[in-house]
């Protein structure tokens, strides 16, 4: 089992920047560690579905992004710490959305683990 714990949200006028923050801890760290998740972040707006965002690679040397987000928003990790960031610049009121850290085993196809959200609202 993984947890995973969302920090950094907030209120922010368009234009701004905000940075989100994953802490995971893992029940069997000795079976298995940070560096053998990939890491992404979902989010979910007010009446919609949830969407992808950005997602790391397990050694976090490859990173995808929605074209939504892409040039705006940079996806990290630190397998050292266990962590994954969301570094969120040019923010726009459609960015307003409750954003998931999520996780995926390495083998497996969806994310099966995921934080409790962290809201992020930008006015206009």
């Known amino acids: 089992q993984v947890q995973l714990v969302e920090s950094g949200g907030g209120a922010v006028q368009a234009g701004g920047s905000l940075r989100l923050s994953c802490a995971a801890s893992?029940?069997?760290?000795?079976?298995?560690?940070?560096?053998?998740?990939?890491m992404a972040w979902f989010r979910q707006a007010p009446g919609k579905e949830r969407e992808f965002v950005a997602t790391?690679?397990?050694?976090?040397?490859?990173?995808m992004y929605a074209d939504s987000v892409r040039d705006r928003f940079a996806i990290s990790r630190d397998n050292a710490k266990k962590t994954s960031d969301l570094q969120m610049n040019a923010l726009k009121p459609e960015d307003t959305a409750v954003y998931y850290c999520?996780?995926?085993?390495?083998?497996?196809?969806?994310?099966?683990?995921w934080g409790q959200g962290t809201e992020v609202t930008v006015s206009s």
């Open positions: 790391v690679s397990s050694s976090g040397a490859g990173t």
């Open positions: 999520a996780a995926r085993r390495l083998g497996n196809e969806e994310y099966s683990y």
């Open positions: 893992i029940d069997t760290p000795h079976l298995y560690t940070f560096d053998l998740y990939a």
